[in-house]
């Protein structure tokens, strides 16, 4: 029924950037926040930032002064801009949602992923 679909990821030199992108669709009664994980090749999947309905917005400390979580309401959409990128900063990135969708007369809360889009950053 809810489907999150990223977009924007890739390989980009260090230094660069990229803009990450995450729409939700589906019967979607309302998203109380949305935001971003990643992770990396042996590592466990970490929050990178998240914004809520309201506009508050959670960075990892790795994230801070460099990413901008950002959201469009009225699409369903989150994005991630990512600047002055690091090699550690190579990681599937999963978009993330805590939304009510609409199930029959029962609706229905719960937390839903993306399927994941590759960030790679390397000279």
């Known amino acids: 029924q809810v489907q999150l679909v990223e977009s924007g990821g890739g390989l980009v030199q260090p230094g660069g950037s990229l803009r990450l992108s995450c729409a939700a669709s589906?019967?979607?009664?309302?998203?109380?926040?949305m935001g971003w994980y990643r992770q990396a090749p042996g590592k466990q999947r970490e929050l990178v930032a998240t914004i809520t309905s309201p506009g508050t917005t959670n960075y990892a400390d790795s994230a801070k002064g460099r990413f901008t979580i950002s959201r469009d309401n009225a699409k369903n959409t989150v994005y991630l801009q990512m600047n002055s990128l690091k090699p550690e900063d190579t990681a599937v990135y999963y978009c993330?949602?805590?939304?009510?969708?609409?199930?029959?007369?029962?609706?229905?809360?719960?937390?839903?992923w993306g399927q994941g889009t590759q960030v790679t950053v390397s000279s």
């Open positions: 993330y949602a805590d939304l009510t969708y609409t199930s029959g007369i029962y609706p229905v809360r719960d937390d839903y």
């Open positions: 589906g019967s979607i009664f309302s998203i109380n926040a």
